[in-house]
T-cell receptor
Framework: EDQVTQSPEALRLQEGESSSLNCSYT??????LFWYRQDPGKGPEFLFT???AGEEKEKERLKATLTKKESFLHITAPKPEDSATYLC????????FGAGTRLTVKP | KAGVTQTPRYLIKTRGQQVTLSCSPI?????VSWYQQTPGQGLQFLFE???????NKGNFPGRFSGRQFSNSRSEMNVSTLELGDSALYLC?????????????FGNGTRLTVT
């Protein structure tokens, strides 16, 4: 069965302290790996799509990378406004979501 | 371009009642999916519709049903509500139907069952 596991569950950073979030997956045939950001009381907001191992995407302080077994979301010099829950999802025979990483960035 | 619109934003219902939630997808998107989100279970897939046909269904009881109209708008219905149905219900639309395109979510309907 397809599985998506995100770690850590929660992460607290000081402003400017860079870190990475992990999304490991087991699927029979990856059609796409997706990263989302979700703020409290809102729906997930699409960030990136990755299709093949070695691919990278960047947007402001965020950079997503993909290997055959996992994806990382690197956050460089985060700011308090980056605080949110970050979700990853894999597309195969359906769209399967991980439980998310709750990121808090303190000023 | 307007995003995914869900109505209503909040609902309070009593156990045993039924409820209908509505979703208008992004213009041009023909795939609509529904998810239930709770703190303990995360995002759980309910069902997906494409061109008025249910294409995929998650592991939820038959009390949960949905449909899609010819203009791609979708509704989901929950009958005989239980306390455990309290959750954020999210609708998402997508351009393609092969799970290789991102989902675009609405802000959800917060359902509280008392």
């Amino acid at each position: 069965e397809d599985q998506v596991t995100q770690s850590p569950e929660a992460l607290r950073l000081q402003e400017g302290e860079s870190s990475s979030l992990n999304c490991s997956y087991t699927v029979s045939g990856l059609r796409g790996l997706f990263w989302y950001r979700q703020d409290p009381g809102k729906g997930p907001e699409f960030l990136f799509t990755l299709y093949s191992a070695g691919e990278e995407k960047e947007k402001e302080r965020l950079k997503a990378t993909l290997t055959k077994k996992e994806s990382f979301l690197h956050i460089t010099a985060p700011k308090p406004e980056d605080s949110a829950t970050y979700l990853c999802a894999v597309g195969n025979n359906d769209m399967r979501f991980g439980a998310g990483t709750r990121l808090t960035v303190k000023p | 371009k307007a995003g995914v619109t869900q109505t209503p934003r909040y609902l309070i219902k009593t156990r045993g009642q039924q409820v209908t939630l509505s979703c208008s997808p992004i213009s041009g998107h023909r795939s609509v999916s529904w998810y239930q989100q709770t703190p303990g279970q995360g995002l759980q897939f309910l069902f997906e519709y494409f061109s008025e046909t249910q294409r995929n269904k998650g592991n939820f009881p038959g009390r949960f049903s949905g449909r899609q109209f010819s203009n791609s708008r979708s509704e989901m219905n929950v009958s005989t509500l239980e306390l455990g149905d309290s959750a954020l219900y999210l609708c998402a639309s997508s351009l393609a139907q092969n799970y290789n395109s991102p989902l675009h979510f609405g802000n959800g309907t917060r359902l509280t069952v008392t």
